[in-house]
């Protein structure tokens, strides 16, 4: 009989994580059946924020069914029979972890400076003086010549779903949303989830939401910074392989 240990050496396997501190994250995750625990457990490291030492790793099947615990670091995850579609659950033991307290997801438990609008415009020096002083100079140069149309036709070939990669840096994620934002400014836009927490929010932008994802995964940019097509998502552990 095969023991469970014989891992086919292109095997890999599509996860959906979770987090105990991080309610919004839940997020799919290709690993390959090689990987020890601990392994898995870096890969985890760097989408979470949560140490591998503080890591304690659930895995449940499709019916949220717990099956085990991924307690021997040095097993191969292969070992554990997961299947595309089961979930690995990632509980945080250090209660001083940057996820916990909520402050990661909720933007209300981080204090914010504020100044009213009498004490802003007794100020000088300050943004809105010199826009007003350079608008009084050359009154053309600030009128809005941007179009509600504007890059358009660049969303021809960009639809929701689409796997891509945006510049500068070749972050790489998936299309979830393509249209207008009128808070952002004229034109179109393209809403990724970044395949790592390279963003700046969870497909919320002032107040508006465009699309959802776990927090500091979303970004909203122009059509001529993304390119779609055959990107899947990077391994980190490549670059370390001989």
Same mark, same amino acid.
């Given at each position: 009989m095969a023991s469970r240990l014989q891992i086919k050496g292109d095997d890999s396997v599509l996860l959906r994580v979770t987090h105990s501190n991080l309610k919004s994250f839940n997020t799919d995750v290709r690993f390959s059946l090689q990987m020890s625990v601990e392994a898995v457990k870096e890969k985890l490291w760097k989408k979470c924020g949560t140490s591998v030492n503080s890591m304690q790793l659930e895995l449940y099947d499709d019916c949220k069914n717990? =099956?085990?615990?991924? $307690?021997?670091? @040095?097993?191969p995850l292969g070992f554990y029979s997961p299947l595309d579609g089961f979930r690995i659950h990632v509980i945080? =033991?250090?209660?001083? $972890?940057?996820? @916990?307290?909520?402050?990661?997801?909720?933007?209300?438990?981080?204090?914010k400076y504020s100044i009213s609008e009498d004490e802003y415009n007794k100020r000088s020096g300050t943004?809105?003086?010199?826009k007003e002083k350079m608008a009084s100079q050359n009154p053309s140069a600030f009128r809005n010549k941007m179009s509600d149309d504007y890059m358009e036709d660049l969303c021809a070939n960009i639809k929701v779903g689409d796997?891509?990669?945006v510049e500068p840096g070749e972050k790489r994620g998936v299309v979830k949303y393509v249209g207008r934002a009128?808070?952002?400014?004229?034109?179109?836009?393209?809403?990724?989830?970044?395949?790592?927490p390279?963003?700046?929010h969870d497909g919320m932008v002032k107040g508006t939401r465009y699309f959802q994802c776990p927090q500091l995964c979303g970004a909203m940019v122009r059509p001529d910074k993304v390119k779609v097509g055959d990107y899947p998502e990077r391994d980190p552990f490549e670059?370390?392989?001989?």
């Open positions: 717990k =099956l085990c615990d991924l $307690s021997d670091d @040095s097993t945080d =033991l250090d209660p001083s $972890s940057v996820t @916990s307290g909520g402050w990661l997801e909720d933007t209300s438990l981080v204090e943004f809105r003086k010199f796997r891509c990669e009128e808070a952002l400014g004229p034109g179109f836009w393209i809403g990724v989830q970044y395949d790592e390279l963003g700046k670059e370390d392989e001989l």
